[in-house]
T-cell receptor, first 113, second 117 residues
Framework: AQSVTQPDIHITVSEGASLELRCNYS??????LFWYVQSPGQGLQLLLK??????LVQGIKGFEAEFKRSQSSFNLRKPSVHWSDAAEYFC???????????FGTGTSLTVIP | EAQVTQNPRYLITVTGKKLTVTCSQN?????MSWYRQDPGLGLRQIYY???????DKGDVPEGYKVSRKEKRNFPLILESPSPNQTSLYFC????????????????FGAGSRLTVL
């Protein structure tokens, strides 16, 4: 079955530590890949996207993500987390067929001082 | 300011009392969609619309209706709400131009938290 998997429901990191959020997808072809962030009480905001080309993409707020075709993964990283990064993060795929976007279950990030 | 506006933001209602959650976008986007967000389940698509008068079911359409009479508006209708429709709802839109592409970036509203007692 087609799916987007975020295996970590909740992650806690210390401010200044590095961060990696995992995302795996299961689709026949390479889909369009996105990471969105949802701050408390807000809608989702795009962090970054991958369509083709360079497999390491840069996004806003110092985030980056790497597409690995062999692992069907699109993990999100940040070298040094700030307290303001505490939020929920969603990995998503976009498919040309079915006219839809699919989202993972989200990873909630807590940042401790 | 380019945005997707949802109303109401918060609503508590009772079982069976019809309600409508409005969604309006000012970006002339063709594609609009409704999602519900539940703990542990992420965002699941309820309905989407490719353009005026063109709507289709997403993954969880049961108990919901939509309409797209104008390009900017895409209301979500709960004819007879039940407690299992208690959720956080998001409307989103994107430009598609001549054809839909999964590469398009969604713009989300701020969400509508619905509680059905």
């Amino acid at each position: 079955a087609q799916s987007v998997t975020q295996p970590d429901i909740h992650i806690t990191v210390s401010e200044g530590a590095s961060l990696e959020l995992r995302c795996n997808y299961s689709y026949g072809a390479t889909p369009y890949l996105f990471w969105y962030v949802q701050s408390p009480g807000q809608g989702l905001q795009l962090l970054l996207k991958y369509f083709s080309g360079d497999t390491l993409v840069q996004g806003i707020k110092g985030f980056e993500a790497e597409f690995k075709r062999s692992q069907s993964s699109f993990n999100l990283r940040k070298p040094s987390v700030h307290w303001s990064d505490a939020a929920e993060y969603f990995c998503a795929v976009g498919l040309n067929t079915g006219n839809q976007f699919y989202f993972g279950t989200g990873t909630s990030l807590t940042v401790i001082p | 300011e380019a945005q997707v506006t949802q109303n109401p933001r918060y609503l508590i209602t009772v079982t069976g009392k019809k309600l409508t959650v409005t969604c309006s976008q000012n970006m002339n986007h063709e594609y609009m969609s409704w999602y519900r967000q539940d703990p542990g389940l992420g965002l699941r698509q309820i309905y989407y619309s490719m353009n005026v008068e063109v709507t289709d079911k997403g993954d969880v359409p049961e108990g919901y209706k939509v309409s797209r009479k104008e390009k900017r508006n895409f209301p979500l209708i709960l004819e007879s709400p039940s407690p299992n429709q208690t959720s956080l709802y998001f409307c989103a839109s994107t430009w598609t131009g001549l054809s839909f592409s999964g590469a398009n970036v969604l713009t989300f509203g701020a969400g509508s938290r619905l509680t059905v007692l």
